[in-house]
């Protein structure tokens, strides 16, 4: 069983940064490949990072590519999520997601087995 935690969610202007850490409980955490989904008021949930066991193998959906960066530190149990430039449409919750590493990049939320809580990103305009 893994848990996980989210924090660093809050309210930033357009053009802020922030970054988001998720603490996971598990010593299965190392195997497992990462995410992080985000879902806004009215909109479904959609993807926006992955990153392999390794840190070796990372993707990021169009709407992030070269203002976010996905991490991971396994001695610590956490991956992050560095959000720069960040703009009005990124406001949502962010979750976030693992699973066990099968080699691939996995885009849909019903890939992943564990869920985090959310935390809240607002982006002032």
């Known amino acids: 069983q893994v848990q996980l935690v989210e924090s660093g969610g809050g309210l930033v202007q357009a053009g802020g940064s922030l970054k988001l850490s998720c603490a996971a409980s598990?010593?299965?955490?190392?195997?497992?490949?990462l995410g992080w989904f985000r879902q806004a008021p009215g909109k479904e949930r959609e993807f926006v990072a992955h990153?392999?066991?390794?840190?070796?193998?990372?993707y990021y959906a169009d709407s992030g590519k070269g203002r976010f960066t996905i991490s991971r530190d396994n001695a610590k149990n956490t991956v992050y999520l560095q959000m720069n430039s960040l703009k009005p449409e990124d406001t949502a919750i962010y979750y976030c997601v693992g699973r066990p590493d099968g080699g691939r990049i996995y885009f849909r939320g019903v890939e992943y087995d564990y869920w985090g809580q959310g935390t809240q990103v607002t982006v002032s305009s």
């Open positions: 990153i392999g066991w390794s840190g070796g193998t990372i």
């Open positions: 598990g010593r299965t955490f190392r195997s497992y490949a």
